[in-house]
């Protein structure tokens, strides 16, 4: 029996407020990928059922997993609130034959790729800083200093993104930029690495 496929993991990151959750959703939509679900040491917003997108821990609790060694990375986010993505959903999506969605911060995206150098990192940019300004004000959530601080971290992020990055998505037109991150993927599956079975199978129907 060979060994199952391993799953393609996609990392999505970007700014506050570029599109990261809309487009991840567009991802989802793929047959054959799951979401990874990260814990966090926030506070659930009204909007957040537990579980779905977070596991929602305590401070204590997060940290006897770092110390269990249960995360694939982990993170402190604008110097708040502590993230990680669990090994457990890499081991499932092995199980189930599905490839892995994380929407993860660049600090994440870093020790990812630095762990498995075969992830896919994209990078998903706002067209201008207006628009981004625009949009973070029109959802509402956060106090005009943070707003101020989310759009100086995302200068900082377009500076540096290049280095750990594989692809850029610009999420001007939200149709658009959705069939972009699943043409991403679509490819990624279709690279040669990734077809060895099959082909050999092919190549057995020939005679070998
Ligand atoms: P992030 O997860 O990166 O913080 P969201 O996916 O929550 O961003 O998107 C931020 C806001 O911008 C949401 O209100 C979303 O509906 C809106 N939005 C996302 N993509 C577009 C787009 N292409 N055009 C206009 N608004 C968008
Ligand atoms: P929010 O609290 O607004 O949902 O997310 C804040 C930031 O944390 C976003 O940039 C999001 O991508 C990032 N994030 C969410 N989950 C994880 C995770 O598991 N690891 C890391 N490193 N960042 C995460």
Redesign the pocket.
């Known amino acids: 029996m060979p060994a199952p496929k391993q799953p393609l993991v996609f990392i999505v990151?970007g700014p506050?407020g570029s599109g990261?959750s809309t487009l991840v959703q567009k991802l989802l939509e793929l047959p054959g990928t799951m979401l990874s679900v990260?814990c966090?040491t926030?506070k659930p917003r009204p909007t957040e059922n537990a579980g779905k997108w977070y596991n929602f821990v305590t401070e204590a609790e997060f940290q006897q997993m770092v110390e269990r060694g249960e995360f694939l990375?982990?993170?402190q986010?604008f110097g708040k609130s502590w993230?990680?993505?669990p090994r457990k959903w890499l081991d499932e999506a092995r199980h189930k034959g599905l490839d892995l969605v994380l929407?993860?911060?660049v600090?994440?995206a870093a020790q990812v790729k630095q762990k498995l150098p075969g992830a896919v990192a994209i990078f998903i940019l706002p067209p201008s800083r207006q628009e981004l300004e625009r949009r973070l004000r029109e959802r509402g959530q956060d106090s005009e200093e943070e707003i101020a601080r989310r759009l100086e971290q995302a200068r900082k992020e377009i500076l540096a993104f290049r280095e750990f990055y594989d692809f850029c998505v610009i999420n001007e037109d939200l149709e658009r930029a959705g069939r972009e991150v699943q043409a991403i993927a679509i490819a990624t599956r279709r690279r040669c690495d990734q077809n060895v079975e099959q082909v050999s199978k092919i190549l057995d129907s020939f005679g070998g």
Do not use: F, L, N
């Open positions: 990151s506050s990261k990260s966090t926030r990375e982990s993170a986010v993230y990680g993505t929407e993860i911060d600090q994440g």
